[in-house]
């Protein structure tokens, strides 16, 4: 069978995705927002995970012309031009509501939108994170439901959860080991076969999508509760006047301790995926305990951060009611446009609530993402002298050793990354 791939979704996960496949197959880019299909056609990727060069050179820029090519890249926004692929793979986003509920309802437009398309013999398969039982019970009835086949019969479905890590050009998409499943022996071997045509690094073929939703859903909630530990801990030695970091230091001289650092945990995946796994506990009649208490934690890590650089402010005789302080980074990670989920702007917005005047400088957030998404602007240079500077994100435009010149001679310079030369700064996780 002459395969041709259609990809749902063309954000961190799915872009790499469907650059990847369309190096050896005729692949279609799909996407809702009609401003990233220009972009991506004219060649610029804004989520910076794909250098524009690789991305110009894989582009078709229509449809006719990637199908007189055997391989190449279509970007659209017209679901029309999604039929007659026969493998389509969903890379939409599955996030969660205000009170921490997850949220399907892109995972279920995708699939309604791909099941008007759907045709015999055609191979559907998630990438999305979702806990358990999603793929089976949620999505396909919307496939058999829009398409009239019959699942297993006249179409089969697979789960092989993203992997990708934003900004990490050392363990990109192929280099990563990917977990594959499907819903029938035959549609799992099809599938793992697919997928190791560009996964240079091999794959894991799972015995069933549920293991393979398993899998992805731990992965991260068993790192949110390590960091969380880590946190925890920050706030004891703080209290005991106990430098964190050199803690840890010394505790990982022993060959089996686990070296996680504190910080704001918070992104598409670490900071929502334990909610996922929550739910469906409770579904089944069980309260998580660990995994939330983790997560509640975390959450509230913002808050704590906020609070130590006004207490350092007070050891110093500063006032805090409309003093100045500036915030380096906004994006959840270092060296990374995406602002998702966030944690940083949990400090900035426990500082405004004191009524502190509060500047933040990014240098890779998109300002008008984060104008539309948080309300203020940024500014491109610090503008004056702060009572504070707080390390949020640990771009490398912010490693260096002249932070302080921000501030006025008494001011506090609080390091939540923890990367800052000791001997320079008031605070630090």
């Not at 090519?69 to 509501?97: A, E, H, M, Q």
């Amino acid at each position: 069978m002459e395969k041709k791939i259609a990809v749902i979704g063309l954000g961190y996960v799915g872009l790499p995705l469907a650059i990847e496949f369309s190096k050896y197959y005729q692949t279609i880019g799909y996407d809702i927002n009609k401003n990233r299909v220009t972009e991506l056609n004219n060649g610029k990727d804004s989520t910076l995970e794909v250098d524009s060069k690789e991305l110009s050179s894989n582009i078709c820029n229509d449809q006719s012309s990637l199908e007189t090519n055997s391989r190449g890249l279509f970007c659209t926004n017209d679901p029309k031009d999604l039929k007659d692929s026969n493998f389509y793979i969903v890379t939409v986003p599955t996030p969660t509501d205000k009170n921490k509920r997850p949220v399907l309802k892109p995972l279920i437009q995708a699939s309604i939108l791909v099941g008007r398309v759907l045709e015999n013999n055609n191979f559907v398969i998630y990438e999305s994170t979702v806990y358990p039982g999603v793929t089976e019970d949620e999505c396909v009835p919307y496939l058999e439901a829009e398409s009239g086949l019959e699942f297993n019969k006249d179409f089969f479905v697979g789960y092989s959860p993203e992997r990708i890590n934003p900004g990490d050009k050392e363990r990109s998409l192929t280099k990563i080991v990917k977990v594959t499943s499907g819903s029938t022996p035959d549609a799992s071997l099809e599938i793992d076969n697919l997928y190791n045509t560009i996964i240079t690094a091999g794959t894991h073929c799972a015995p069933s999508i549920k293991v393979a939703e398993a899998a992805k859903v731990i992965e991260n909630s068993q790192r949110d509760i390590n960091i969380a530990f880590i946190n925890e801990l920050a706030k004891i030695f703080n209290k005991l006047e106990i430098d964190t970091h050199s803690v840890l230091e010394a505790a990982s001289t022993k060959w089996n301790f686990l070296k996680y650092s504190p910080g704001l945990v918070g992104g598409h995946c670490i900071g929502v995926d334990p909610y996922y796994l929550a739910q469906k506990a409770q579904e089944v009649g069980y309260h998580p305990e660990i995994i939330l208490s983790g997560r509640r934690l975390n959450d509230g890590m913002g808050k704590y951060v906020a609070f130590e650089v006004v207490k350092l402010m007070m050891k110093k005789s500063i006032e805090i009611v409309h003093s100045n302080i500036l915030m380096l980074g906004i994006t959840f990670k270092e060296n990374c446009p995406d602002i998702r989920n966030s944690k940083a702007i949990d400090v900035y917005n426990e500082l405004i609530s004191l009524n502190i005047n509060v500047d933040v400088c990014d240098p890779w957030a998109n300002p008008k993402e984060v104008k539309s998404a948080f309300g203020f602007s940024l500014i491109e240079t610090p503008i004056q002298k702060y009572n504070a500077v707080i390390l949020t994100v640990s771009h490398k435009e912010f490693i260096r050793n002249d932070i302080r010149d921000y501030l006025i001679s008494e001011g506090v310079l609080y390091d939540v990354k923890g990367i800052l030369d000791i001997n320079t700064i008031d605070g630090r996780l």
